[in-house]
């Protein structure tokens, strides 16, 4: 599934790639994805320019004019640009047509989105699906004193807490698992008994292990592809993700894995207490 790491490479693609391209139309093959499309789609972004495209969780923002497109790439989603127009293959439900080429849409399982929001629909930020998003990691205001507060009074393990994306957006189970090893904290710790100085690390971790993701092209994920169609490779480096029973690279002790909550976490039971 991608996660923040492989939509930030493709926020970033996309800016490369279709910036200021003027949008002519829009060709749509399925009903819905997740949610219905919109019917109008065509219209709706015919003529615009793409004047900015941000990323808030792992939502794409793709500002057309006083409207935007909001985009998720579910599971299983991938978007990527072509430059030369080539017949869509299944799964291939959109495609969105500029000036200088096409931006196409695969979604196999279709739990992704793409849904429009209009000049009328009030705010962006106040959108149903955005308002409640955690503090972005990646932003300026995230720190360890955004963690300890979020944690306290809370009883579930930190892991769940990271991956329920109430305090911070975009830790999915891969990069939560690899933030708490770098942090030496135990997946299964209470959140509300972490330190002001633990949160501290785990907020480090968390920025250092994302950000390394993203400068190596976002994580290869079975149905991932960047904008341009490739994939990256954080994968290999995972330090306990996948590596049960295998020495940690700390430490030498086994790396464990147990399933909380129907996820498979991994832990080194020396390294993290
Ligand atoms: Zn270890």
């Not at 209009?118 to 990691?137: F, I, N, T």
Request: charged share 25%; aromatic share 6%.
């Amino acid at each position: 599934m991608p996660e923040l790491p492989e939509v930030e490479v493709v926020a970033r693609g996309l800016r490369q790639r279709v910036l200021g391209h003027v949008v002519r139309g829009a060709q749509v093959r399925t009903a819905g994805l997740r949610w219905p499309l919109p019917p109008a789609l065509p219209e709706l972004v015919a003529g615009r320019r793409i004047e900015r495209i941000e990323r808030r969780g792992k939502y794409l923002l793709m500002h057309l004019g006083d409207g935007a497109l909001i985009l998720h790439l579910g599971m299983s989603g991938s978007l990527r640009f072509l430059e030369h127009w080539s017949p869509p293959q299944r799964h291939d439900h959109v495609d969105i047509e500029l000036a200088g080429g096409w931006l196409r849409l695969h979604d196999p399982r279709r739990f992704g989105a793409l849904l429009w929001h209009g000049a009328g629909d009030g705010p962006l930020a106040a959108h149903p699906l955005l308002a409640r998003l955690g503090v972005e990691p990646l932003g300026g205001s995230f720190d360890g004193g955004v963690l300890h507060r979020g944690t306290r009074g809370r009883r579930v393990a930190i892991k769940q807490l990271l991956l329920a994306g109430q305090v911070v957006v975009g830790v999915g189970n891969i990069y939560a698992s690899e933030s708490l090893f770098r942090a030496g904290i135990r997946p299964t710790t209470r959140a509300a008994r972490l330190s002001r100085e633990r949160c501290d690390r785990l907020a480090d971790a968390i920025r250092q292990t994302l950000a390394q993701a993203i400068e190596r092209g976002g994580s290869t994920l079975r149905d991932f592809a960047g904008a341009d169609g490739q994939g990256g490779y954080f994968q290999l480096e995972c330090a306990v993700y996948g590596r049960q029973g295998e020495p940690c690279r700390a430490c030498g002790m086994p790396v464990r894995m147990a399933h909380h909550q129907q996820r498979a976490t991994y832990w080194c039971p020396r390294c993290q207490t």
